[in-house]
Each structure stands twice: as structure tokens, then as C-alpha cells.
């Protein structure tokens, strides 16, 4: 009769699918409750109370160790390693809960994390993915970047200086009407072609004379124009713009020379290799703001007399460039404004250099 209640408890488990195992030990009885399964499909339903004569049979159970086991696993469930995939994670979760290391509610809060860190590894894995697999595109994509935004400065920076050329040529058409005089903005080859040997049109390349002013006399042929041209490459690129006025005559019976401002580092550089221009030992003052180059170094320095000398200092800063029959006179790298009161002043420094120039040919008859 012993084990009437034993047959009745087990009895009552199987119809009611509490899940319980009980065990006689000694005597006593040991019941241990299965976790439920992890499958979120498999529901847990409670055991029907036992009858009053088997309460009263049957001796108290003793639970307190699989209880206080519960319970340390909620606290501090095991840690189990997270594979990559997570088909075996989850089985290894449901082992876990079946042989009672896990509850249940601590295998759903891990595979919730297992879930969750697994898509943001994914979508770390996807973007290095992409960059990857579309590596071209990826970098044509930078680069194509970077290239139109250098390009979109440039393109800024030329409309900007197209649109400030247009504007100096209107002014100077402007003031060539006010004056009197004739304006061709597109040049003339022919007078480029005739200055070509002149020191100041035989540097750099992308040549451009433009903005022409002409103010002729019945005995001389007076020119203003503007002249850019372009040195170097890449970053050290420049563009040099100057206007320059010509004075041409057939009485200019002058040797070829050049007069320009001394340049301290660059001219003292070429000193040290002899190639320093003309020396004038009699006016020292000269030669230190001015350099003298010529392919005849006595004619020129037996054209650059007291006067003469005078003359190109009065005009600080300016060039002065010769040859038989033409005179050129500028600062270099500078224009002039285009009102009409700049371009007259101008046009006189020409006129009296020219002068003087001349008053010198007449000294030397």
C-alpha cells in the first residue's frame, strides 16, 4: 500500500502534462521540475490538484534544491557562447533549458541579444561588403567627388576673371571714345608680329595682345594695349598681365636694350654667375634699382648718358625696352586703370621718354 500514493501521483502527472519527475529516495520523495522547451509553440499547463486522500497520504515534498537551483539560474544564468550562426545558438540554448542550467526566461533574454547583436554585426558586414564587391564604383565616386569640386573652382574662378575682362573692356572702350582715339578689343597680329623680337615678347607662351588703343600721329605710331602671357606649370603657374605703350618711328636709330627695376634675390643670384646685366661704374644709384641688358654692351652704355639716366629714374618702377625703330614703355605685371584720365597720363609717359630718347639721338649727332 506503500505505493498507492506514488502510483497516483505519476498517474496524475501523465494526464495533466505538468512535466514532473519524481524520484523515492529513502523512503521520502524528490520531485524536480523540467524546464519547459524553448520553442515559443511548446506551452507549460499546471498539474489537477491532487484528490484530499492523496494530500493526506502522501508525504511533503522536498523541493527546496531544485528551487533554490531555479533561482541562481535566473540570477546568474550560464554563459553560452555565441556562435555566428544562429540555428545552433538556438539549440544550444534549448539543451541548456532542458537539462536545467537556463530558464526559460533567461534563454529568450539571450537569444533577444544573440538576435539583435547579430544584425548589427550584419549590417557592419554589409557595408564592408558593398565597398568590396563595388570597390570602382566606390572610388570612382571619391574621386569623381573631388575632381568636380577642384573643377567647380576653377570654372568659378575663370567667370569671375572672364566677366572682369568684359568689364575692363567696355570701360576701355568707353574711354577710347571719350578720347577720341581708336579701339580694336581683339588686337592686331600684325603688331604683334613686328614686337616679337622685344624681351618682353619672348617669355612664357599663351601670347595675347588685346584691348588696343591707338593714337597715331602724322609721325608717330602710338599703340596702348593690354598683353598677358603665362609662365610655368602646375601650382606654379602665373599669368602675367601688363599694359604697355609703343611709340614707333623711323627716327629711333637706337641700339637694342632693356631697362628694368633690379630684382635683389633673383638678380643678385645671377650676379654670382655672370649674368648680372651691363655695369655703370659712373652712376652706382642707377644700378642699384635699375638693370641694363643689351646684345651690344658699349652702344648701351654710351646711350645711357646724365640725361638719359635721369629719365629712367624720374619714372621709378617703369621698363624700358628698345630696339631700331621701336620703344616700349610699361611696369610690369601692372595695367592701368581704364578711365580716361589713367590712359592720357599714360600715354604721356610715352610721349616723353620718347622725347628723351630722342633729344638723346640728337646729342650723340
Given at each position: ?54 494530500n493526506?497520504?502522501t ?23 555565441q ?12 539543451r ?15 537569444w ?24 570602382v ?11 568636380a569640386?577642384?573643377?567647380?573652382v ?11 575682362e ?37 617669355r ?16 608717330l ?13 602646375g ?90 625703330g ?11 586703370d ?28
Amino acid at each position: 500500500m506503500c505505493y498507492l500514493p506514488l502510483i497516483t501521483i505519476l498517474f496524475g502527472s501523465l494526464i495533466g502534462g505538468a512535466g514532473f519527475n519524481l524520484v523515492n529516495v529513502g523512503g521520502g520523495l524528490l520531485a524536480q521540475q523540467a524546464p519547459p522547451a524553448f520553442d515559443n509553440a511548446v506551452g507549460q499547463s499546471e498539474s489537477p490538484p491532487l484528490s484530499a486522500e492523496a494530500n493526506a497520504v502522501t508525504p511533503k515534498v522536498d523541493v527546496s534544491g531544485p528551487s533554490s537551483k531555479l533561482a541562481k539560474s535566473d540570477e546568474n544564468p550560464p554563459v553560452v557562447d555565441q556562435p555566428k550562426d544562429l540555428d545552433a545558438y538556438s539549440q544550444e540554448l534549448r539543451r541548456a533549458v532542458n537539462s536545467g542550467e537556463m530558464t526559460e526566461q533567461a534563454a529568450v533574454k539571450a537569444w533577444q541579444e544573440a538576435n539583435s547583436g547579430s544584425k548589427r554585426a550584419d549590417g557592419k558586414d554589409d557595408v564592408k561588403g558593398w565597398v568590396g564587391k563595388h570597390l570602382v564604383i566606390f572610388l570612382a565616386t571619391v574621386y569623381g567627388s573631388l575632381f568636380a569640386l577642384i573643377g567647380g573652382v576653377f570654372l568659378i574662378c575663370y567667370r569671375f576673371v572672364k566677366r572682369r575682362e568684359k568689364a575692363r573692356e567696355v570701360a576701355l572702350e568707353t574711354t577710347t571714345s571719350e578720347l577720341g582715339l581708336k579701339f580694336e578689343p581683339e588686337g592686331d597680329e600684325l603688331l604683334m608680329s613686328d614686337l616679337s623680337s622685344l624681351p618682353l615678347f619672348n617669355r612664357g607662351r599663351r601670347k595675347k595682345l588685346f584691348n588696343l588703343i591707338v593714337a597715331d600721329t602724322p609721325d608717330l605710331q602710338v599703340q596702348v594695349f593690354d598683353y598677358q602671357f603665362t609662365t610655368g606649370h602646375g601650382r606654379s603657374q602665373t599669368t602675367h598681365r601688363v599694359t604697355v605703350v609703343s611709340v614707333r618711328s623711323v627716327t629711333l636709330a637706337v641700339p637694342e636694350l632693356q631697362v628694368r627695376p633690379r630684382k635683389a634675390f633673383l638678380d643678385g643670384i645671377k650676379e654670382m654667375f655672370g649674368r648680372g646685366g651691363i655695369e655703370l661704374d659712373q652712376y652706382p644709384a642707377f644700378s642699384k634699382k635699375f638693370v641694363l641688358k643689351s646684345d651690344q654692351p658699349e652702344q648701351a652704355r654710351g646711350f645711357l648718358d646724365a640725361k638719359m639716366v635721369a629719365a629712367c629714374e624720374r619714372n621709378n618702377g617703369c621698363s624700358l625696352e628698345c630696339q631700331s625703330g621701336v620703344l616700349l614703355h610699361f611696369r610690369a605685371n601692372k595695367r592701368v586703370d581704364p578711365d580716361a584720365q589713367s590712359i592720357r597720363r599714360f600715354i604721356g609717359e610715352g610721349f616723353t621718354l620718347f622725347q628723351d630718347v630722342s633729344e638723346r639721338l640728337d646729342r650723340n649727332a
